[in-house]
């Protein structure tokens, strides 16, 4: 199994975010993709980790873990996500 640290999955993942910009998410498939290539039986292994590195993320307020459109509560959540910037969707944001 492919070891990642980290930071690389915390860097990757907040690079996504700020490429696809403001009011908008990623799934996290897509840091899992673009650390450990398209291969399912390559990446697959990487969304655990990256679910533990979003979490974190979140609980520092540089993402928000978004289910059905809301944020989450980083330390209950289950099934399908998206992780988006700290300001996307917010009432007041820059994005209306």
């Known amino acids: 199994m492919m ?10 993942i907040l690079a996504l975010v ?4 403001a009011g908008k ?4 498939s897509e840091a ?5 290539g398209s291969k399912p039986d390559e990446w697959s292994r990487l969304m ?3 679910r533990q590195v979003a979490v974190r ?12 459109g809301r944020p989450v509560d980083p330390d ?3 099934g399908v996500y998206r992780i988006s910037g700290p300001d996307a969707g917010t ?4 994005e209306e």
């Open 57 to 68: 993320l979140m609980k520092e307020g540089r993402i928000v873990i978004r289910r059905k």
């Open 76 to 78: 209950d959540f289950r």
């Open 3 to 12: 070891k990642v640290a980290p930071e690389r999955i915390e860097e990757t």
């Open 91 to 94: 009432p007041g944001g820059e």
């Open 48 to 50: 655990g980790p990256v």
């Open 32 to 36: 899992a993709r673009a650390i450990a």
């Open 18 to 21: 700020e490429e696809r910009g």
């Open 25 to 28: 998410t990623i799934c996290p």
